[in-house]
């Protein structure tokens, strides 16, 4: 039996806060991003096991969440356009990519 594996047990080790310009903006450390490239190699070529894949999804889920706060903050922002490390591409100011 799998155990569902909760997205915030990854944040301890999983996350740095950046700051760029005027903005501070959560990003994956590079340990949990190699993590999650690995994961995501090891299912492109179908070798995921259960547990992995439970892992791999707890981490998308931690990317979404990132990846909507960190576009919000920006939205309130004026910079410019940011390309994140993991191909996330934000905007800031008016619209949002």
Sequence with gaps: MTTLLKPSTLLPKGLQVQQINNLTLFKFTDELG???QTLLEKKKADRLTSEETLELEAIG?????????NAVMAARSPCLTHASKYGQIISYGQQML
């Design 34 to 36: 190699d993590r999650m």
């Design 61 to 69: 889920e931690l990317d979404e969440i990132f990846s909507y706060i």
